[in-house]
């Protein structure tokens, strides 16, 4: 989404809100930390992954810089100017996406080889759905896009993981070297993960409520894109724990048990259980700031979310060593173990979604009947009680794939997604929380009408 | 212009600060759990001399070769230290710790006197293994006082081999 679309996707903009510039900010501070991590990698360490991260990064710098000059001199037109900006800028980022993942690749899974590395992935990649089907599902009143989500997840595995390799590999190289082993290091190094990887994670939920406005409605869709971002992470973490210890455990022949062990702690029993709920937090602060009139509450609730996902993180790694496991009711333990460290929190979180939930289905509710009343057309009496519920909406869809094919189906589909974005546009405009204007509302009718009309096209003419 | 379900935003608002605030609790107890485990003004300037990292040979319970940092997982190795180069009146011991952050061996706590004849202090296989686990393996001397260790005077770091 770029600065000239506003309203849901239609509509061009006069300015650019100054969320942009900070946007803009944290991008180009988040970048200087990847390459100074990419630099003092190469520097102290010296390992493959910071050569490879530092040319790689520094080769997307200048064709960045390149693009940037050879769009400036050869485009005159502003407008087609911003579009070939925006366009550069997509695919440059997909190149150090790309990037930072192939040397995630080399920095957290070359320790048992590209094989265990592969499986390891591969036995990762069903739970990790799995979480991601299950948030789509909670979010139930206004889905977000799956490109967002994925996004999102994307961040949490590839950049965040980058993010923080160097800070933290730093903490704790001075921490062993200077604390006394024991609770004291292990509450160092929890400071550590905590701060450091809830920042890393959080970044990107907060980008996308700055960029993606439209998209970023409520405290519901904070908490969707922070655990999004937090499956993503626990992808990337499980893989490299798995594969490191297989590396350890397999010359005693029993690699495999250690690394199906950490797959359950972390895909299955930790799926929700610990980063999922950490960065939902930062979410949540994020989502319900988004919702809030003065600017001192927006910031205080965002510090809010990132204090509390920052706790929640330092619990798990801080006092994991205060439950020792018996080997006798191992298994039994180890869920006791997450429950009364984790539980709190993630029951917590659930408390403040179904609340946010409930806000979000009636303030839908109210919008779809206060549109229907108002006669436009964009919004029928008879659809009120189909859209209030994603059941009914679901079996209308269906309905129409039956009467049209698919193509009916997905018409069925954007015409209920463009209605709730209508009735979320209402929403926020009554509660004085947009800063587009409110000619936006028409073309999201018209749109909703045209969405109309095409679905009636194609179910009469098949 | 804030409407009805504002009110319901703010009930949001005010529940994540709740959440918050009992947060700064947890964080308090970590800051006090690291003040208990890492007590300020505890710092004497001692260091006990490390002779060295030897490989260890269990049936004579001595080492062989010479000071190394880096070791094979089949061999086992041991600190040498020189107790002597403490003063008498401190309580002391030294552990072994593996990278999972598991004791692996050590001796004491007590006097240098008291442990004046346990200088080699090796490292142990943990059961069922056969061997050492592959990674980062600490060695620290360690100061106590009121039975809980409070200052590191000696440290070396070797990594075994995968």
Known sequence: ?462 | MVAAPADQVRTLYRTVLVYAAVSILVFVAGLAEFAYFEPFGQHTGLKVHIAGVYQYDPQHKTTVGSDSNAFPRTVLFAAVVDWSSLPKDIVVDARWYDSFGNAVGGVGPGTPDQLATQTIIPVHVTPPFHHMLPGHYTFVVQRSAGGVPVEVIGRRIVMVER
């Open chain 1, 1 to 462: 989404m770029g600065a000239a679309v506003s309203a849901r996707g239609i509509g061009s903009r006069p300015h650019r809100p100054a969320r942009y510039t900070l946007a803009v900010a944290i991008t180009i501070a988040l970048i200087a930390v990847l390459v100074a991590s990419s630099i003092l990698n190469y520097v102290y360490l010296d390992t493959v992954a910071g050569r490879t991260s530092l040319y790689g990064l520094l080769s997307i710098a200048v064709i960045a810089l390149g693009s940037f000059g050879g769009i400036r001199a050869i485009v005159r037109d502003p407008i087609e100017r911003g579009r070939q900006y925006r366009r550069a800028g997509i695919f440059l980022g997909l190149a150090a996406l790309a990037w930072l993942l192939l040397v995630d690749v080399i920095v957290f899974t070359d320790s048992a080889g590209p094989r265990i590395a592969v499986i390891c992935a591969l036995a990762c990649v069903p739970t990790t759905a799995f979480g991601m089907l299950i948030l789509r599902a909670l979010d139930r009143n206004e889905t977000e896009p799956w490109r967002l989500v994925l996004l999102a997840a994307v961040w949490g595995g590839v950049v965040a993981t980058s993010l923080v390799i160097w800070a933290e590999g730093l903490w704790q190289a001075i921490a062993i070297r200077t604390l006394v082993p024991g609770p004291g290091l292990d509450v160092s190094m929890a400071f550590s993960a905590g701060i450091l990887e809830e920042l890393a994670k959080g970044c990107a939920v907060l980008l996308l409520f700055l960029v993606v406005r439209n998209e970023f409605d409520d405290v519901v869709d904070g908490i969707i894109y922070g655990a999004a971002v937090g499956l993503g992470f626990n992808f990337m973490e499980s893989v490299s724990y798995m594969t490191n210890l297989y590396a350890v455990f397999s010359p005693e022949g029993v690699g495999a048990e250690a690394a199906g062990f950490q797959w359950y702690a972390r895909q299955v029993l930790g799926l929700f259980f610990g980063h999922a709920t950490y960065t939902a937090f930062v979410g949540a602060g994020i989502g319900i700031a988004r919702q809030l009139p003065d600017m001192r509450r927006k910031v205080i609730a965002v510090v809010a979310g990132f204090v509390v996902a920052i706790a929640a993180h330092f619990s798990w790694d801080a006092w994991l060593s205060a439950f020792p496991i018996d080997k006798t009711f191992e298994i039994v333990e180890i869920h006791v173990r997450t429950l009364i460290i984790t539980g709190p929190f993630t029951a917590a979180l659930l408390a403040i979604l179904f609340v946010g939930l409930h806000i979000e289905g009636q303030a839908l509710a109210d919008q779809f009947r206060k549109e229907a009343a108002l006669g436009t057309g964009a919004i029928l009496p008879e659809e009120l009680s189909i859209l209030m519920n994603p059941w009914p909406r679901f079996e209308q869809r269906v309905r129409a794939l039956r009467r049209g094919g698919m193509r009916a189906y997905l018409l069925v589909a954007r015409l209920q997604a463009a209605q709730i974005d209508l009735a979320m546009e209402r929403w926020h405009r009554e509660r004085g929380e947009l800063d587009t204007p409110p000619e936006a509302d028409d073309e999201l009718r018209r749109r909703v009408l045209a969405l109309r009309q095409e679905l009636l096209a194609a179910v009469s003419g098949r």
